[in-house]
């Protein structure tokens, strides 16, 4: 891993792990365009994340399989930049807050 993208792959690992989650690399043999990461959290949030280098779109076939996942119901990102990961985790922290306050009101 080396360039931009790869840095803000390896901060996207770091931060999902601050907050209990895991950012898994993801590949898939016989197909290309696959997201880069599974990202695994508390309260079953998964997210499948695309990382970029600033800037830097995905390509066509990403962006089908991106919408194919999407249309499947489940949850795709892209993030570029240090600064977008943050708001990603951000997001997903509030998700888990209220996963959790949810749960709580189950007791």
Request: aromatic residues 6%; positive net charge; glycine residues 8%.
């Amino acid at each position: 891993m080396a360039g931009p993208e790869a840095i803000v792959e390896k901060y996207l690992v770091a931060e999902c792990k601050k907050i209990g989650g895991v950012a898994e690399k993801f590949t898939s043999p016989n197909k290309r365009a696959v997201p880069d990461r599974i990202c695994s959290f508390p309260y079953d949030l998964i997210v499948f994340v695309e990382c970029k280098a600033e800037g830097v779109e995905p390509t066509l076939a990403q962006k089908e399989d991106h919408k194919k996942r999407r249309l499947r119901g489940h949850q795709v990102e892209v993030v570029d930049s240090k600064e977008s990961v943050d708001v990603f985790i951000k997001g997903i922290v509030t998700a888990m807050r209220a996963m959790r306050s949810l749960g709580e009101g189950m007791l």
